[in-house]
């Protein structure tokens, strides 16, 4: 398996502009989270999914976050407009009904807003 | 109070010792226990799971649980440099959700 596929890598855009994430999970796992990481705050959990539906969205820093999952393959993350305390590491993580502590991360999209 | 607690660190061990990592959670209802490392620049990785009091062994990593005392706990033995990195407890909030704490960084010192 690819394990959780996420991008862009890296992103580098001007405060107001739109950015989205995305989000590939591993096939067969039925929970995806989305963490923001930051050296200030750690690892925050920002919304999870549970069969494409959303289960706790109250991570979410402000309205300007919104997330998708429209089907099993694919979530996104979108910030707009975009600012500068918004630059973080944006991880994506998997898991599944049987093991929902165990998650498997994506390599992160690194975010910067100038 | 922060739902999970850790020293941030850094933690500096000599090669071949035991480093003692620590963790407190504050939900009581929390019935599963997760240490997850990151080495810089990467994504965490899960090392260990703990659902039960007591001990969990694999290879060099021990978990310990209390849930009375709401305490976690990993010990590595004979400790490596390829262990320097940052290691994040997580703790089940319910519904699936995983919570972390801050994470402690870990230096092994050759």
């Known amino acids: 398996d690819a394990g959780v596929i996420q991008s862009p890598r890296h992103e580098v855009t001007e405060m107001g502009q739109e950015v989205t994430l995305r989000c590939k999970p591993i096939?067969?796992?039925?929970?995806l989270f989305w963490y923001r990481q930051t050296m200030m705050r750690g690892l925050e959990l920002l919304i999870y999914?549970?069969?494409?539906?959303?289960?706790?969205d109250s991570g979410m820093p402000e309205d300007r976050f919104s997330a998708k999952m429209p089907n099993a393959s694919f979530s996104t993350l979108k910030i707009q407009p975009s600012e500068p305390r918004d630059s973080a590491v944006y991880f994506c993580?998997?898991?599944?009904?049987?093991?929902?502590?165990?998650?498997?991360f994506g390599e992160g999209s690194r975010l910067t807003v100038l | 109070q922060k739902e999970v607690e850790q020293n941030s660190g850094p933690l500096s061990v000599p090669e071949g010792a035991i480093a003692s990592l620590n963790c407190t959670y504050s939900?009581?209802?929390?019935?599963?226990f997760f240490w997850y490392r990151q080495y810089s620049g990467k994504s965490p990785e899960l090392i260990m799971s703990?659902?039960?009091?007591g001990d969990k062994e694999d290879g060099r990593f021990t978990a310990q649980l209390n849930k009375a005392s709401q305490y976690v706990s990993l010990l590595i033995r004979d400790s490596q440099p390829s262990d320097s990195a940052t290691y994040l407890c997580?703790?089940?909030?319910?519904?699936?959700?995983?919570?972390f704490g801050q994470g402690t960084e870990l230096s092994v010192k050759p």
């Open positions: 703990i659902y039960s009091n």
């Open positions: 939900d009581r209802v929390s019935q599963s």
């Open positions: 997580a703790v089940n909030g319910g519904g699936g959700k995983l919570i």
């Open positions: 993580a998997s898991s599944w009904t049987g093991r929902t502590g165990e998650l498997f």
């Open positions: 096939s067969g796992h039925d929970y």
């Open positions: 999914f549970n069969n494409n539906v959303p289960i706790d």
